[in-house]
């Protein structure tokens, strides 16, 4: 399985980075590797000192499928999950500043984890609330009202370029608030008001 991650699909979180707003997807992606599951914990690496939470929700891709049309995106994701995009924030500012691709700072074993997921249907049509907690104190929080770019479109604009397949994981990008976390801390995400996600930083 591949994981798909969406850059700034949010406009203000592109504005907390000083990045633009882009006028197609941005989108990288993640090996395996980076997964984390049942509320695993996250062991901070040690080459870097700046690891930020991106919190986002998550497509789980149902079936194969290339060259979908936004207007068929809908038939290929059934669930939607949380998860978090940990950034080494240092390394991605270096990997920016001499252009080089952010595999480093974004890819890395377990910086992927990734919470319960929820059936399309529990969720009302349009618009989904989902937040994160950083030691009980709420640090982000989005609405899909507010993406640049639609689920529907996301999954069209990405397998123009790769097959989906099964199980194949999109994130969608993080409203704005990321921050540092640091060894003890504890993050909890939730889907509306349903925790899905709930980890230690060790
Ligand atoms: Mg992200």
């Known amino acids: 399985m591949k994981i798909i991650c969406i850059g700034r699909n949010y406009a203000e979180h592109a504005k907390e980075m000083n990045a633009p707003v882009p006028s197609e997807p941005v989108f990288f992606l993640k090996p395996d590797t980076a997964l984390i599951k049942d509320n695993q914990p996250f062991y901070y690496p040690d080459f870097s000192k700046d690891i930020h939470h991106e919190v986002e ?7 194969a499928g290339k060259n979908i049309q936004p207007e068929f ?44 997921f929820i059936s399309k249907e529990e969720l009302k049509n349009g618009e989904i609330n989902f937040h994160l907690n950083l030691n009980g104190t709420e640090v982000q929080r989005g609405n899909t009202k507010d993406l640049l770019f639609s689920f529907d479109f996301v999954i069209a604009y990405v397998s123009k370029f790769f097959t989906l397949k099964t199980g194949d994981l999109i994130f969608t990008g993080t409203p704005e608030g990321v921050g540092p976390v640091k060894i003890g801390d504890r993050l909890e995400a939730f889907i509306e008001n349903k925790s899905c996600l709930n980890f230690e930083i060790k």
Request: hydrophobic share 35%; charged share 30%; aromatic share 10%.
């Open 73 to 116: 995106a809908h038939k290929y994701y059934n669930e939607i999950g949380i998860g978090i995009d940990f950034t080494a924030r240092d390394l991605q500012a270096k990997c920016k500043e001499k252009g080089l691709p952010w595999e480093k700072a974004k890819a890395f074993d377990g910086s992927a984890p990734v919470g319960n």
């Open 57 to 63: 929700l998550i497509l789980k891709i149902s079936k």
